[in-house]
């Protein structure tokens, strides 16, 4: 879409949102997590990491420091070696450690549940804060990945010229709070599967998103009747 169209309006942004929950009715975290500690550990390690990359990593890494007591007095090289697998190894481990460090000294060995503590951390910015207090707490809030990015000036929810905050800020007004959490999935999951950044026909995406809407639209008008 070019840059001078027309933004979409919270009632567009809405019927595009739940188009692409129909293309994608499962979407959720990929990450692979049994509490709220591996959840923030694995975001960390997510950044400009794939998903598919951390979970490979993750079962011996948390195998071997369950816990952020465990991980706090873990041996820098240990953790290096079991995520080197992953870009930008050396510095996660630090923050690893430090972030473990944090928890049991000013958290009682517990993951936060604000934005302001949680971002705290190190390793811990404002997604990281965000995807911890929405799968983890369920507390409804949208976190701005580069498919959330993408997607939302693709199709034109925001202005091309947006920063990730104001993309963040833009869907909040546009979606209702119950939303959050299911859109930042959904739009994910349609970057990632349908509408990638490589090269692709884009005409395929646009036509499966008016096919879902419609589709979406006949259900509307089916339990109405009903």
Known sequence: MEKNETLLSSKETI?????MGVLFPEAKAEL??????ELLISVILS????????????PKLFAAYPTPEAMMHADIDDIIDKIKTIGLYRNKAK?????????????????????????????????????VMSVA????????DTHVDRISKKFNIAPQEATVRQVENILMDKLPRDMWSSAHHRMI????YQCPARAHDHDECIEKINV?????????KLSFRM
């Open 212 to 220: 879902a809407i419609k589709e979406k639209r006949e259900v509307k």
């Open 47 to 58: 950044a400009q990491t794939t998903d598919v990359g951390v979970n490979k990593a993750t």
């Open 137 to 144: 707490f369920d507390e409804p809030a949208i976190a701005v």
């Open 15 to 19: 019927e595009l949102i739940d188009a």
């Open 32 to 37: 692979t997590h049994k509490n709220a500690f």
């Open 95 to 131: 923050f690893l450690k430090k972030c473990a460090t944090q928890l049991v000294e000013e958290f009682n060995g517990e993951v936060p549940q604000t934005h302001k503590e949680l971002e705290s951390l190190a390793g811990v910015g404002r997604k990281t804060a965000n995807v």
């Open 189 to 192: 999951f349609f970057g990632r």
